[in-house]
């Protein structure tokens, strides 16, 4: 037993230690202007489109670009600098409290900055939430 939960323990940590950018994104329908709309609450960044898949996979691709040009530069001044509001927070904490098995996870592929090739690897993670189906 003390075996089983080493190892668990032990593959949580490496999983932990390849989370260069460990992010959350909220997606919701936005009753007022009538599209789907997701947010990165560590960067700030947006999405929107006509139905809840798209605008997830916009946000995939946004984040890929920004952690592939993180990695790139190997500078996180702007990266961070400019997170999702107060609001999106509060509503990603209420959400992830009353829904917490409607977590689900995006692994983004990243180009390899120390191969030089459009080898890709998952560095990075998104706990995304869909507040909208």
Request: charged share 25%; aromatic share 10%.
């Amino acid at each position: 037993m003390e075996t089983s939960t080493r190892a668990t323990t032990d593959k949580n940590m490496i999983e932990w230690a390849s989370q260069l950018f460990p992010m959350r994104a909220l997606a919701e329908y936005d009753e007022k202007y009538g599209f789907y709309v997701a947010y990165c609450l560590e960067t700030g960044s947006v999405t929107t489109a006509d139905d809840m898949k798209t605008v997830l996979v916009m946000m995939k691709e946004v984040l890929e670009d920004e952690v592939s040009r993180v990695m790139k530069s190997r500078n996180l001044s702007n990266f961070f600098s400019t997170p999702a509001p107060f609001e999106i927070w509060e509503k990603w904490e209420k959400f992830a409290q009353e829904h917490p098995g409607k977590i689900k996870q995006i692994v983004l592929d990243l180009k390899s900055p120390k191969a030089g090739t459009d080898v890709r690897q998952p560095a990075a993670r998104v706990a995304v939430l869909a507040a909208a189906a």
